[in-house]
C-alpha cells in the first residue's frame, strides 16, 4: 500500500538519505531499524509531508503523495506517531484524544474515544489530567491512541519504546502486535533491534544513507552482519 | 472617606474592562504566536477611527458598529498575519517582531497622513445618563463597555475551551509538530488567532470611543497599560490578563484620586516595576524555567 522510490532528502548542504526504496503492504508490521543520526525521523517526515525529499516519489496507494502537506497525508490515512511523542502537555488527555480525530473519523470520535480508553485502560482513569503530568510511558500509549482516533489506515511508530522502562517496553511491543491485528499496517522505526524483528513481518537496516540490509524478519535475525552490527554477537 | 474611594474603584473597574479587553488579544497571540505584537496598538487606533467615521458619516451607534467593526477587523487580522507578516518574516521568529514594529509605524504615519493629528471625538445622546451605584453614579457608556468586556472574556474563555479551533489554538500553542501531524493548518489557526486577537481590539474600540476620543497617537497609551497587563498577569494567561486588567485600572483610579488626575498612570508603572522586582512570571504565570 505504501511505495517509497528512491528518495533523497536532506537538511541545507546535508544529504542525510540517499536513495530510499521500500514497500509495506496491506496490514503488514515493517520494521526500519538504524542507529542514531541515520536519518529514520527523516524518512518518517518525508513519508509525512514534513520535509520535502529532494527526489524520488512516495505512493499510498498508488496515489501520488510526494511533496503533500501533512494534512493531506493524515486525509489519506497515514499517520505518523513521533518521536518524543510530542502530544499536547497543556491540554487534557481527552482533549488531546480528540484532537487526534481533528481531520479524520470525526463522525466516529464517540466510538473511536471508547475503544482508546478499552485498549488504554491507563488513561481511562487520567481523562481529565494535563497531558504534560502524564509519566514517559503514559505519554506514548496517547500519543499512540491519539493517533488510532484518526482510523489510519497506515500507523508510523518513530522510536515508540525510546525512554521506557524494560517492562513498559515489552508492553508497548505488545500493544503494536495487538493493534496490527485489527487489520492496519505498521511501519515501526526503532533501535530496538530484537524486539522489533518478532513483531515485523520484514524489516530494512538504514546505514549511511540507504538500506544496507532488508528482508524477512527471519533471515535478517540470522544474517551474521546485522548479529555483529547490531546485537554484538 | 468611602464616598470618594468607591465611585474611583467602579470607574477605575470600567476602564481596567477595556484595558483588559486590549490585553486578551495581546496576550492570545504572544500566547501561542510567541510574538509580541507591536501593532496591536495601531490597530486599536485603526479601529477607533473606523468607530468614528462609521457614526460621523453614516450616524451608525458604535454599539452597532461592533457588528461591522468586529468582523472587518477579524478578517484584517486573519489578512495581516497569513499574508503580511508571515510573509516578510521569512519563518524566522526574530523577524516577526520588526514587522509588526514597521506595521505599526507605517498604519500611524499613513493615519497621520490621512486623518492629521486632530483629536476627534463622538457625543452621543447617552454619553452622560448616569447609572446610579451605591453612593457612585457611573456613564452609561462606561457601565456597558464593563459588562461588554466580561462577556467578550466570556465568549473568549468558551472558544479556547469549547471549540474545536479553541483546541487546534492551544495545541499549535506549544507543540506545532505535534499538531501538523494530527492534521491541524497551522498557517491557518495562527491567522485565526490573530484574527481574534485583533477583533479583541476593535470590540474594545467600539466600547471606548463613546468616552474616549481618537488621534493617530492614542494607540500607545493603551498598549503600553496593555503589555503591563500581559506582564503583570503573566505572558499568555487569559485569566492573568482580565484580572490585571482590571486591577491597574482600579490602581490608576486611585492614584489619580491621591496624587492627582494626571498621575492615575504612575501606579500602573509602579505597579509594573514591584511585579517585574518581585514576581517576574505575574500574578497568574508559571514560573520561568
Ligand atoms: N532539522 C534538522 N536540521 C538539520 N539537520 C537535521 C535536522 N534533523 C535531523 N538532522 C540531521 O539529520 C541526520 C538524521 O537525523 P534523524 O533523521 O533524526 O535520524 P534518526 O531518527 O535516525 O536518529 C542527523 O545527522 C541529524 O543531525
Ligand atoms: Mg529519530
Partial sequence: MLEVNGIKAGYGPVNVLQGISMTIGDGEIVAVLGSNGVGKSTLNNVISGIIKPREGTVRFDTVDITGASPRAVVDAGILQVPEGRRIFPNLSVKENLELGAYRRARERMAVNFERMCTIFPRLRERLGQLAGTLSGGEQQMLAIGRGLMAEPRLLILDEPSLGLSPLMVEEMFNLVQRISQEGLAILLVEQNVVQSLAIASRAYVLEQGRFALEGPSGDMLADPRLRKTYLGL | ?289
Avoid at chain 2, 17 to 27: D, E, F, N, P, W
Avoid at chain 2, 89 to 109: C, F, M, P, R
Avoid at chain 2, 150 to 178: D, F, N, Y
Avoid at chain 2, 191 to 196: D, R
Fill in chain 2, 1 to 289: 472617606m468611602w464616598s470618594l474611594v468607591l465611585p474611583a474603584i467602579l470607574g477605575g473597574l470600567t476602564t481596567g474592562a477595556i484595558y483588559a479587553l486590549v490585553a486578551l488579544g495581546l496576550t492570545l497571540i504572544y500566547g501561542v504566536l510567541h510574538i509580541i505584537n507591536f501593532a496591536h496598538g495601531s490597530l486599536l487606533m485603526l479601529a477607533l477611527y473606523g468607530v468614528y467615521f462609521l457614526y460621523a458619516i453614516l450616524g451608525i451607534d458604535p454599539y452597532l458598529a461592533l457588528l461591522i467593526v468586529v468582523p472587518v477587523f477579524f478578517v484584517l487580522g486573519y489578512v495581516l498575519q497569513r499574508g503580511v507578516i508571515s510573509v516578510f518574516s521569512l519563518g524566522k521568529e526574530q523577524n516577526v517582531l520588526l514587522v509588526t514594529l514597521a506595521l505599526a509605524i507605517i498604519i500611524d504615519n499613513l493615519a497621520l497622513y490621512f486623518w492629521t493629528s486632530d483629536t476627534r471625538t463622538i457625543s452621543l445622546p447617552y454619553a452622560y445618563t448616569m447609572v446610579e451605584i451605591g453612593p457612585a453614579f457611573i456613564p452609561l457608556p462606561r457601565v456597558i463597555a464593563f459588562v461588554a468586556a466580561l462577556v467578550a472574556a466570556v465568549i473568549l474563555w468558551l472558544i479556547m475551551s469549547r471549540t474545536r479551533l479553541g483546541k487546534a489554538i492551544r495545541a499549535v500553542a506549544i507543540e506545532k509538530r505535534g499538531a501538523e501531524l494530527v492534521g491541524i493548518d497551522v498557517d491557518h489557526t495562527y491567522a485565526m488567532c490573530f484574527g481574534i486577537g485583533t477583533a479583541c481590539v476593535a470590540a474594545a474600540a467600539c466600547l471606548l470611543l463613546p468616552t474616549f476620543y481618537v488621534t493617530p497617537q492614542v494607540g500607545y497609551a493603551f498598549v503600553l497599560v496593555a503589555f503591563t497587563t500581559v506582564v503583570l498577569g503573566g505572558m499568555g494567561s487569559f485569566m492573568g490578563a482580565l484580572v490585571s486588567g482590571l486591577l491597574l485600572g482600579v490602581i490608576e483610579a486611585l492614584c489619580g484620586l491621591f496624587l492627582g488626575e494626571s498621575l492615575g498612570q504612575i501606579g500602573i508603572f509602579l505597579a509594573f516595576i514591584l511585579i517585574l522586582l518581585f514576581r517576574p512570571s505575574g500574578l497568574f504565570g508559571r514560573r520561568a524555567a
